[in-house]
């Protein structure tokens, strides 16, 4: 019997329904927060009957907490990522195709803030700094000595412009959040982390007085504009 007349699987079809109706969810919660969006408006966007939405999850919750799981699988993947890939042909159009979902999932969800969205930022932030113990091929080890702290700020420097990018999409006339937009975005990070903005022997002296301030040594008298110090 051909492929063509070979009856499909119903699991194989189940998990196809599955994945079908979460990836509804997240655009539904995206665009609506998870008081807007309804069992209903999803079954609908899905294609399904709201009772499969429901055999499926049981419940408008569970389905976030599926949503959560997907985000953070993709943001995983992506991570994992070789450095080397980046420089396919249209390697990077289909990873931006896959990831902006889910980046406008997690931006409505840091905005609504709630328990689940709590557990996402912690989760984001413990893989993060697992990840920078190990990183993969072609990143290293950050200098800090305070990894979590070190990793908390990066994942707050990935949210930031998410939440932040109906304001980031006004001033740069783009939704930064679409295919179009993000890389004009993307790039002006890249150029963030690699221009050398910063001299080494200002980041040097930065270092040494936060780390004073956080043996409890006290910090020198500040003056003001025009101002001359006693000393």
Do not use: N, W
């Amino acid at each position: 019997m051909g492929s063509a007349e070979r009856p499909e699987d119903p699991a194989q079809a189940d998990l196809t329904a599955r994945a079908r109706i979460r990836d509804a969810a997240m655009v539904q919660f995206a665009e609506r927060g998870i008081k807007g969006a309804t069992i209903r408006g999803i079954a609908e966007a899905a294609g399904v009957s709201p009772g499969l939405v429901q055999h499926h999850f049981g419940s408008k919750e569970a389905l976030r907490e599926a949503c959560d799981s997907h985000s953070m699988e993709i943001i995983r993947r992506t991570s994992e990522i070789s450095p080397s890939k980046m420089s396919e042909p249209g390697f990077l159009s289909v990873a931006m195709r896959t990831t902006m979902p889910v980046r406008r999932y997690v931006a409505r969800a840091m905005v609504d803030g709630s328990p689940a969205a709590a557990a996402l930022f912690d989760e984001m932030v413990a893989y993060t700094e697992e990840y920078m113990r190990h990183p993969a091929a072609g990143f290293g080890t950050p200098e800090t000595s305070d990894m979590r702290a070190y990793a908390t700020t990066m994942v707050t420097f990935s949210l930031g412009p998410l939440v932040l990018h109906e304001h980031l999409s006004r001033a740069l006339g783009v939704d930064v959040l679409t295919l179009e937009g993000f890389p004009r975005l993307a790039l002006a990070m890249v150029e963030i982390l690699s221009g050398g903005l910063v001299s080494p022997e200002i980041l040097r002296d930065a270092r040494a007085a936060y780390e004073k301030m956080l043996d409890g040594s006290p910090a020198p008298p500040s003056t003001g504009p025009g101002e001359e110090s006693d000393g």
